[in-house]
């Protein structure tokens, strides 16, 4: 099959990208011009020069495609708008050149984000209100609506899978800091008990998923939660870090009324100055429920995760280690 990877340069494209040519696809990779290109030079791919945001740049890039894999797009920026234009905009522009090709899935990666965090333990599923609360949730939904309208109107075959944090080797922002703070400082500041649901999902499990949604061509038109198959409460994840790494994590209990302050002040930033910081956002959010529920995923097309929490936190700290420390 011929594949278009759109994010290949990044942590989960990279990732991506090596299981299609070890399953012996043929895959092309779209790189802008000040692409890093270097995790894909000891890759057999075909590397189109383009960008999302200039459509004439991407004429004849679905040449021969099969099936398309949206990975690209902003997960992180302090100008809010800056999540709008790489999610929204270079997602519509590629759904433009799309619209009338022959390939037979367009798979659009998105997010939990998408969701309304519950206030208690219940796990989000693909019926669970979609209210983001974030610039990244609010582009990543109003993708998915670009995404559902071509489908409707224009008879495009897509899957739309959201994803919960993706961790594991060589990804090198928020998840391997955090994880990174853990193994020198060995002490975290959390708001609440951490006692809520957090789903996590190792990258290889990740990308078993992705490759499922590839493969099954019922799942055309439907909607899927990816994450490994438990979810754990935060207080799980530090403890089974602290075993990991042979030390003891000091975990400091604060409050929820400071992260009410924090969050107040996050949300002042972006309304008034349309700045998102990813700080005052990372303390609160470590309190929230983000919890899934994939038995849909599992149910319809067998996806199973492999690899468990303390194998790939084994992995995930092995990396840094030799990467950081």
């Avoid at 459509?55 to 797009?73: N, Q, R, T, W």
């Avoid at 367009?106 to 206030?119: D, L, N």
Wanted: proline share 3%; glycine share 6%; charged share 20%.
């Amino acid at each position: 099959m011929n594949i278009l990877v759109t994010g290949a340069t990044g942590f989960i494209g990279r990732h991506l990208v090596k299981r299609l040519l070890e399953a012996r696809h043929s895959v092309r990779c779209l790189v802008r011009k000040a692409s890093n290109i270097n995790n894909l030079k000891n890759f057999r791919v075909d590397l189109y020069e383009g960008d999302l945001l200039q459509p004439k740049s991407l004429e004849g890039i679905l040449e021969g495609i099969d099936l398309v894999y949206h990975l690209a797009g902003i997960v992180s920026s302090r100008q809010t708008s800056k999540f709008y234009i790489g999610n929204v905009i270079a997602t519509k522009n590629l759904l433009e050149i799309c619209k009338n090709s022959k390939i037979k899935n367009f798979i659009y990666v998105s997010s939990i984000a998408v969701y309304q965090p519950p206030s208690s333990k219940t796990l989000l599923d693909e019926n669970s209100p979609c209210k983001p609360i974030t610039p990244y949730g609010k582009t990543k939904l109003e993708a998915e609506r670009l995404v559902l309208h071509y489908f409707h109107n224009y008879n495009l075959p897509i899957v739309i899978v959201r994803g919960s944090v993706v961790y594991g080797p060589f990804e090198t922002e928020v998840v391997t800091k955090f994880f990174l703070n853990l193994i020198k400082k060995k002490k975290i500041f959390v708001i609440g008990d951490g006692d809520n649901f957090r789903s996590l999902s190792y990258i290889d499990n990740f990308i078993d998923g992705l490759l499922l949604v590839g493969e099954h061509l019922e799942s055309i038109g439907r909607i899927y939660n990816l994450s490994d198959q438990k979810a754990y409460t935060l207080n799980e994840i530090l403890e089974t870090s602290s075993r990991i790494i042979g030390a003891k994590i000091k975990i400091v209990f604060l409050p929820n009324w400071l992260g009410n302050i924090f969050w107040l002040i996050y949300n002042i930033l972006e309304k008034l100055f349309r700045i998102f910081s990813i700080e005052l956002y990372s303390i609160k959010v470590l309190s929230m429920n983000l919890g899934c529920d994939v038995s849909k995923i599992a149910n319809e097309l067998g996806y199973s995760s492999q690899i468990d929490l303390k194998e790939g936190l084994r992995r995930t700290f092995e990396w840094i280690r030799d990467t950081y420390v």
